[in-house]
Structures are given as C-alpha cells and as structure tokens.
C-alpha cells in the first residue's frame, strides 16, 4: 500500500505552489485561520499588560473576543461551508473569482477592524460587515437551488452570526455595555449550533468508518440528537436576552444544564474509547465532549458564579468545543479534499496536544490568572502547529489530478 501511495505521489502535478490557492474554499481559508487567531492573541496579550492602547469604541475584551469569533472561527467555518456545500449539492459555491473577491473582503475586514480600534475614524470597522452577509449568499444559493433543505439552517446560522457582528459594532459605537454582553452571547453560542448539528452528523460516520473494521459499533441518529441542537439553540436564544433580563438567568441556567446533558448522553453509543489511538478522531469526539461540558459549566456559573467562574465555562466552550473541533475538521476536511490519505502530520498531531494545554490552562487561569499567558502561547502554538504540518498541501494541487 506504501508503495502506491509513493506511485500516486510521483504522479502529482507539481505545478506552482498556490497554483490552487482559489480552487477551494478550505484552501485559502484555513491559511488564514491560524494566522487570524495568532494575531489576535498576541494583540490581546499586550493590551491587556499595558503595552498596547487602543482608543477605538471597540477594545479590550470586545475587540478580544469579536477577532476570535469573527476573525479565526469564521475563517474556518468559510473554509468548510464553502467546501462542504460543493459535496452537498453538486454545485460550487465559490468559484475563483468569487472566492478570491471573499478572501479580499476578509483580509479588508481584519484591517479595518483594528486599524479603528487603533484610533482611526469611527466607522472604519463596518468595512468588515459585507463579509459574512456575502458568505451566507454564497452558501444559500446553491443549497436552494437544489432544494437541499436539510442543510438550508447552516446558511441561517451565518446569517444570524452577521447580524451578531453588527450587534457588537453598534454596541461599540453607543458603549451599550449590555447590547455588548448580548452579541457577545450569540456570537458564542450560534459557533455552539452549528457544532451540534454538523458534529453530530461527521463525527459518528467518521467514528464508524474506523471502528467497524476493529469490530466495534456506532449506534444511528437517535431522538437525543435532534433534541440536544434544540437545547443548544434555546441556550442560544434566551442567552442573548438574558443580558436585559435578568430574570432569565435561572432560564438559562437549566436549559443550559439540560443542553450539556443531551450532548454528552448523544455520545453513548459513538465508540468514543476506540479512538484514543486515532488522532483525527479523538480530537473531534473531545471537542464534542467538550461542548457539553462547557454548556453543563455555563449553567452552573449562572446559579453560582462563586464556584464556577463564568469565564471557565466560556473557555470550555471557546478554546474546547470550538478549538478542538475547528483544528480537527480542518485537519481532516484538508486531507480528504487534497486526495491524501487521511493520516494527520507528527507536527499536527502535537498540536491537538498542545491545544488540550491550552484548554486546561486557559479554564485553570479563570481562578488563577498567571496562567492566561502561557494558555494564550499554547493555544497559538497549537494553530501554528496544524499550519506548518498543513501549509505546503494547502497551496499544491490535489494529488490525484483531480479539480478542487
């Protein structure tokens, strides 16, 4: 087998590198996403010791948390709409021109957001809200031309993550600290959905391809599963109201628990302990793991935030579920759609480790702050990690010849 995977390499059009930067939507994107999250973590770092002011209506922990939803998470989930939807529907969403035409609205989009949290004009930032609104045009079109209803809520959520960019923005301009806490809500939780519903879909097939061959079993789409995206979408729902409400943080609080239960009891029955030798696998089945843990922490730092730091549980859901889950399917989403076996890269690999770090550390500087440092490093290192095991195939063709 070795040896054919040797002929088929030999046989791959060399080309020029980047040569099919624009053929796919994972390519330039997920080039982007380790870069979007590095930056905006070392930006974060110095303001936060002093180092660095910005005057801008949106800083601190705004500016901190709008860049790694709007900057880092959006990259990736581009990438993997703009490639998924090909395979769903038959039809690209994105052809090079038009992709090209994203990517420069993406590139403008983080300039101008930092160059008005710098001090520029106010207004400068909204350059960067033509993006999702066009990305969510592109992912609809031909969901709907094909009537692949099924998939038509993916677009809803990019459409509805838009709307919580804008949200942030005017929050920013009007200093609506509790608009603020609202879109910062949403922004989180709309990430949250969309892992449930397309996690719960991949992460059992992927499982089952593997352990089937081990003798093993993944039960099929229960019940528990349509009920836990609704639980998780609730969350999301009364968690941007909550803010002008207070009332409804004991809502929140047990939809969130009963959110974070549903999650994990769908997992019974994914043959989660076969895949601890399996890299590409055990590090989606955390993510998800972590998806119901985090929801379980943020409804228990809604009844008592003395015990559990509302900020553990935000992490648990930002740099666990999310993390985990965007450094393992663009892992695998890459190697799929290259034509490479689907064996992860020894660099990549350590960075799913150094990204469990990260996590730790990151949920352990909630009550011990010396740690936030080093959980910043580790989660950036880990990104850096999947972009040098990653970059090379990302910009060459596929190597079996064929488009994409």
Not at 281 to 307: E, I, K, N, Q
């Amino acid at each position: 087998m070795s040896d054919g995977l040797l002929k088929l390499g030999r046989r791959a059009p060399q080309g020029r590198a980047g040569v099919a930067l624009l053929q796919s939507g994972f390519r330039p994107f997920f080039l982007l996403a380790p870069v979007a999250a590095t930056v905006a973590l070392a930006g974060w770092l110095l303001v936060l010791h002093g180092r660095l002011a910005l005057p801008g209506a949106l800083s601190g922990v705004d500016l901190h948390a709008h860049e790694m939803v709007f900057g880092f998470v959006c990259a990736v989930i581009a990438g993997f709409l703009l490639t998924a939807v090909k395979n769903w529907t038959g039809r690209a969403p994105a052809p090079p021109l038009v992709l090209g035409a994203l990517v420069a609205l993406y590139l403008l989009g983080r300039v101008a957001v930092v160059a008005e949290a710098m001090g520029a004009s106010r207004g400068v930032g909204a350059l960067e809200l033509a993006f999702l609104p066009l990305l969510a045009v592109a992912v609809a079109r031909p969901i709907l031309a094909t009537r692949n209803w099924r998939n038509l809520g993916v677009a809803a959520i990019v459409a509805l993550l838009a709307v919580a960019d804008v949200l942030t923005h005017v929050a920013a301009w009007r200093g609506d600290v509790v608009l603020a806490a609202s879109a910062r809500s949403v922004a989180l939780l709309l990430p949250c959905v969309l892992i449930a519903v397309i996690g719960g879909r991949v992460i059992p097939m992927f499982t089952r391809n593997v352990v089937l061959e081990q003798g093993g079993f993944v039960r099929a789409s229960t019940a528990v599963d349509l009920w836990a995206v609704v639980a998780i979408a609730a969350v999301a729902l009364v968690g941007s109201a909550a803010p002008w409400w207070s009332q409804l943080d004991r809502v929140e609080a047990g939809l969130s628990l009963a959110a974070g239960s549903l999650t994990l009891w769908r997992m019974r029955g994914w043959s989660t302990l076969r895949t601890r030798t399996a890299p590409l696998l055990w590090v989606l089945h955390l993510g998800h793991a972590c998806l119901g843990l985090g929801l379980l922490a943020r409804g228990a730092a809604r009844l008592a935030p003395d015990v559990i730091p509302p900020s553990a549980a935000t992490h648990l859901l930002a740099a666990g579920a999310i993390g985990m889950l965007c450094l393992g399917m663009m892992s695998r989403v890459a190697l799929g759609h290259t034509g490479r076996p689907l064996l992860v890269p020894r660099v990549a690999v350590a960075g799913y480790l150094v990204l469990v770090v990260a996590l730790v550390l990151r949920v352990g500087a909630s009550w011990r702050p010396a740690l936030l440092d080093p959980s910043a490093a580790s989660f950036a290192l880990a990104f850096l990690l999947f972009l040098a095991g990653y970059a090379v195939l990302l910009v060459r063709p596929r190597v079996d010849g064929a488009p994409g």
